[in-house]
């Protein structure tokens, strides 16, 4: 999913990512221009890298500065080799489309993708990247496959063959954000949840509370609007910690066409019922027993930046957001020390969920890969630098320059604290999220499947539709969307 990064560290003044960004803008543009020409008259050693503007502001830096290029230069790249950065939209849906039509059409550049892993499975099995296990070294493979986090890699593979064809690039995931000073100040001890979370029933009370007590407007603000994000993240994470499943668990999610569909099953039901109680009261009929209401009417109708607002202005008491909201939140300017972290509150335990994978704490994951262009004419070049990325030292450098998260978790200790400001003191938190990160069912009817999901849960908690109503609806629509695809299988 695409995000806004904001650029203050702990010390209260410009961070070295923020000064970065702004040193290098005039770089990063004169990068696009010559990519924009590119194709005619490129250097062969230049390797064009499609992504978003967050990513060309950190590749290259004026004077002494620290750039991701240099990083890659260090970590064995051929110095004759560069990489330029595309910018293209920050949107990840129009980017999607962009790449499509680029693959539709064989163009090159760009050489290398950066894709979402939400959706880099449907392009492998359409054959627009490159097979990477036939092509990187195997040092460098087993490198990916022995200290990636799994979760993205299993986005990054094709599900047939189990090949990779992505190298993540940063994972991203869901966390809860919430002011520790307003819900201590009401009784409550918060000093184990960032890595034993409470359950969504003390989360509720404890949040209601504290909006009490200190007369805010909000308590939990979240996303709710009818969009990719309801679909793929903010309603996963919630319904995998009351144990509910779209597809009856996570070994099903990459690929479609013959899997049970469990949407109007009690724990999706009961995940909908609570968020009815959140947002409606215990007036609604089809609120959740025991459950206070917590939540504007407005997360309807709010995505990421949305729903944090309230919280960054002090009227709220808790926000689900990405980690970029960490740097932004626990600020000194901010709420410093005052903010509080936790992985996702849970109903169910994995123990008791019916289905593998779920129940128990759950982070979406979102994040971005790196694929082959597989119409290139600088195969060579651009594997160099695909290997380049898997070093250590480069996935610092991204962290400590742009906030992005490595795709090896255990390198966020290595950072250093006074580069990545507020995050270095969630190390834990984000961790415990990493290793509980559950993807999207991402196969190539996704698209088509997301938009049901998002429209009939967001109408069930808005009120439009009763959870049982909207999640037979729900099932009865991806029935059909998975018998269609059993039918092009069978053709």
Same mark, same amino acid.
């Given at each position: ?6 650029g ?7 961070s ?7 040193a ?5 543009l ?9 194709g ?11 992504g ?7 590749m ?14 260090d ?21 999607m ?8 059409a ?13 959706w ?20 460098v ?15 990054a593979?094709?599900p ?22 307003l819900?201590?100040d ?10 034993d ?23 939990f ?7 990719e ?6 309603f996963?994470?919630?319904m ?10 996570t ?8 899997r ?6 009690e724990? /999706?039901?009961? *995940? ?6 959140? &947002?409606?009261?215990?007036? $609604? %009929?089809?609120a @959740?027993? +025991?459950?206070?209401q ?22 709220a008491v ?37 289905y593998?994978?779920?129940g128990?704490?759950?982070s ?13 004419d ?8 695909l ?21 090896v978790?255990?390198? /966020?200790?290595? *950072? ?6 507020? &995050?270095?003191?969630?190390? $834990? %938190?984000?961790? @415990?999220? +990493? ?6 069912p ?26 049982e ?14 018998r269609d ?7």
């Open positions: 999913m695409a995000r806004e990064h904001r203050r560290d702990a010390r209260g003044g410009p070295r990512r923020a000064f970065v960004r702004s290098s803008a005039a770089a990063a004169a990068g696009v221009g010559i990519a924009g020409c590119l005619r008259a490129r250097d062969e050693t230049t390797v064009v890298m499609s978003d503007t967050d990513f060309a502001d950190i290259h830096a004026d004077g002494d500065e620290p750039s991701v290029q240099q990083a890659l230069w970590a064995g790249l051929d110095e004759e080799i560069t990489v330029e950065v595309q910018a293209s939209v920050d949107d990840s849906a129009q980017r489309q962009q790449y499509q039509s680029a693959l539709q064989g163009r090159s550049p760009p050489d290398v993708f950066m894709m979402d892993s939400g880099t499975i449907p392009f492998i099995l359409r054959e627009q990247t490159t097979n990477l296990t036939d092509e990187l070294p195997e040092d493979l087993d490198r990916v496959e022995g200290d990636y986090l799994e979760a993205a890699l299993e986005t593979r094709n047939e063959t189990g090949d990779l064809h992505a190298v993540p690039l940063f994972p991203d995931f869901g966390t809860m954000l919430y002011r520790r000073d819900i201590e009401v009784g409550y001890d918060t000093s184990g949840w960032g890595t979370p409470p359950s969504w029933q003390e989360f509720g009370e404890a949040v209601a509370d504290a909006r009490s007590e200190h007369g805010l407007n909000f308590g603000t979240t996303q709710a609007a009818a969009y994000g309801l679909a793929c993240c903010s996963v994470e919630v995998s910690t009351w144990g509910g499943s779209y597809f009856g668990g070994e099903n999610l990459f690929v479609a066409g013959d049970p569909i469990t949407v109007d099953d724990p /999706v039901l009961d *995940a909908l019922r609570m968020l009815r109680a959140f &947002v409606h009261g215990d007036g $609604d %009929e089809h @959740l027993d +025991g459950y206070p917590i939540s504007p009417s407005a997360i309807v109708q709010w995505s990421e930046q949305e729903s944090l607002d309230p919280f960054v202005n002090g009227n808790a926000n689900r957001n990405w980690p970029f909201a960490i740097a932004e939140t626990g600020d000194e300017d901010a709420f410093g020390e005052d903010l509080g972290v936790t992985p996702m509150p849970y109903a169910v335990s994995a123990d008791d969920a019916e593998p994978g779920v128990g704490t759950a979406a994951l979102g994040g971005w890969h790196l694929t082959l262009n597989p119409n290139t600088r195969t060579d070049a651009a594997l160099e630098v290997e380049a990325f898997t070093h250590d030292e480069v996935m610092l450098t991204i962290f400590e320059l742009q906030g992005f998260l490595p795709p978790l255990e390198l /966020v200790e290595e *950072a250093d604290p006074d580069e990545i400001g507020p &995050v270095a003191r969630y190390v $834990d %938190e984000i961790q @415990l999220a +990493g290793d509980n990160a559950v993807p999207r991402v196969t190539d009817v996704w698209p088509e499947q997301s938009a049901l999901i998002f429209q009939e849960v967001n109408a069930a908690i808005r009120g439009a539709k009763g959870p109503e909207a999640m037979a609806d729900l099932g009865t629509r991806l029935e059909r969307s998975e695809v059993e039918d092009q299988h069978d053709d």
